[in-house]
């Protein structure tokens, strides 16, 4: 599986305007509407599923990376998009240390292997500090997106 396939490159939000947890869930899960990814009408029970399953226990996987997910029905097909907080943001991270980078993870109900798929990736990724460094650089939606791309292509970004 590569980034390509499920992250929608046109919802990235290169800086957060979100100050907290919930806030930088709901701007994510608002370029994905915003996209046209989430299904008229889903906005809020999206949001609303992602923060329950983020106070059940919370996807700040430390090294300044949250990784909030949820399986629903709103969607059909797996997506995600990313996004950067310059400030950082408490997620309550493993860590205690603030969260630069968010990738919101939404998989369809009916199909928990693709949203395992994706998590691996994801995870394999963010492990390598070069990865992290290059994703904290970049200052713009395009930049982040053509890493993720790169990312999927070179493998000496996949080690």
């Keep these: 599986m590569k ?13 957060l305007q979100a100050t907290d947890r919930n806030g930088a869930i709901s701007e994510l899960a608002g370029a994905l509407e915003k996209a046209g990814q989430l299904g008229k009408g889903n906005l809020e029970k999206v949001i ?17 990376v949250a990784v909030p997910h949820v399986k629903h029905k709103a969607v059909k097909e797996l997506i995600a998009t990313v996004g950067q907080s310059s400030k950082g943001i408490d997620f309550s991270a493993l860590d205690r240390q603030p969260v630069y980078t968010v990738f919101l993870l939404i998989s369809p109900a009916e199909d928990p292997d693709s949203h395992l798929r994706a998590m691996e990736k994801i995870f394999k990724h963010i492990q390598q500090e ?22 999927d292509e070179n493998p000496l970004l996949q080690e």
């Excluded at 070069?130 to 790169?150: G, H, M, N, P, S």
């Design 3 to 15: 980034f390509a396939d499920f992250v929608c490159f046109e919802a990235i939000v290169a800086e």
């Design 48 to 64: 609303r599923a992602v923060i329950k399953r983020e106070n059940e226990a919370s996807t700040g996987v430390g090294k300044g």
């Design 130 to 151: 070069k990865f992290r460094k290059f994703l904290r650089q970049f200052q713009t939606a395009e930049e982040i997106a053509d890493l993720l791309r790169e990312a």
